[in-house]
């Protein structure tokens, strides 16, 4: 019988059926820039959701990063602690406001940054950690705080790709530093195409807060009816969501329980054909910590050999059509860390994984076919038998 091919893409936006309406809605309604109906709806929900404090819709993951270092004060000649493992918006908002970013390692059970080599690491120049949370897997907020709080050292979580997750203790994601940042790009699990969200658990950073998004005017204090013209008071960027994006935004929220079940559905199925792989000590997989309520944003699998990663990628594409991804190139390694000064041999671990990492395709709309996601993890246990034929 001849072998089934499919083309499963990395990664697929969901586009809710409610979608164009909403679309339409804002379109016509003659009010397209940030912080109208659309913009107060999505802030409404995610409030109300997941207890945050202040939200603050912007342009892009990376706008919430940029905007998060500029609250935190971050200025020339400052460290800021964060992992190798992370994308390039991570460590660029550093430098963007003259700041040094400090590559930490990652712990390899999450790959997240490790907070057990932190304290190695901080200086008296030291003013910022940021976290992520790799694959939708919290970092362990609550280590990291314990060092940071009494140095006055300010924690953002990049929470990225971390939204609907929860933590061991059961907290939402994004609700116990001062500050996270999300992301809504169109390969998270709620997305508009380019959006972010910068989260601000400290009240008396917000009015700030509103002054940095509204290009460093005091804008806000008008629209509350505190003032009658507004002027020139800080630093700042038009760091703002329009709102015909916040309205295809909001229909992704609206199914937000349906679409973390159908990717659920996706991880549990490369899960259990993974899993005796990893009991044999071939590869290794995620382990979240117990007790925590992942968001499905991706399941990574972390091959013995980098040779071995190169051909399970080739072959899961050439024989069934998947198309998996290397993952993040480690940044102390690549062209802007050497700059910095580092040299691939001084995070080995980060280097290590980084170069045996996997992620398998994993995407709302493949959830929605059960025939789909039991392709993908035959396929998926095929490729690996084939290399680890014990297994």
Known sequence: ????????????????????????????????????????????????????????????????????????????????????????????????????????????ATMNLDPARLEELITPRTKMIIPIDYAGIP??????????????????????????????????????????????????NFGCGEGGALVVNKPEWVQRAHFIQEKGTDRRLVLDGVQSKYGWVDKGSSYLLADILAAALYAQFEHMDEITTLRGKIADAY?????????????????????????????????????????????????????????YVALHSFKKGLELGYKPEDLPITEDLASRIVRLPLYTELGQSDDDVAFAARAVRAVLTEIYPQG
Not at 9 to 28: G, H, Q, S, W
Not at 290 to 307: Q, R, V
């Open 1 to 108: 019988m001849e072998q089934q091919v499919k083309n499963i893409p990395f990664n697929k936006p969901y586009i809710p059926a409610e979608t164009e309406d909403y679309v339409l809605d804002a379109l016509r309604s003659g009010r397209h820039c940030g912080n109208h109906a659309w913009n107060r709806k999505c802030i409404d929900f995610l409030q109300d959701r997941f207890g945050f404090g202040e939200v603050f819709l912007v342009p892009s993951g990376t706008a919430a990063l940029e905007m998060g270092v500029l609250l935190a004060g971050i200025e020339p000649g400052d460290e800021v602690i964060l992992p190798s493992y992370t994308f390039s918006s991570t460590a660029t908002c550093v430098l963007m406001s003259g700041g040094k970013p400090i590559f930490c390692e990652v712990d390899p």
């Open 139 to 188: 970092c362990d907020v609550d280590a990291i705080m314990a060092i940071a709080e009494p140095r006055g050292i300010t924690v953002m979580v990049d929470a990225a790709q971390s939204m609907n997750s929860k933590d061991a203790q059961g907290r939402w994601a994004g609700t116990v530093s001062p500050l996270a940042a999300f992301s809504f790009h169109e390969t998270k």
């Open 271 to 327: 899960r259990e054909v993974t899993e005796p792989f990893a009991a044999a000590g071939h590869i290794s997989i995620p382990q979240p910590p117990a007790g925590s309520t992942l968001n499905h944003h991706a399941y990574f699998i972390i091959l013995d050999e980098p040779e071995n990663r190169a051909r399970f990628i080739s072959l899961l594409k050439e024989r069934f059509g998947l198309s998996a991804y290397i993952g």
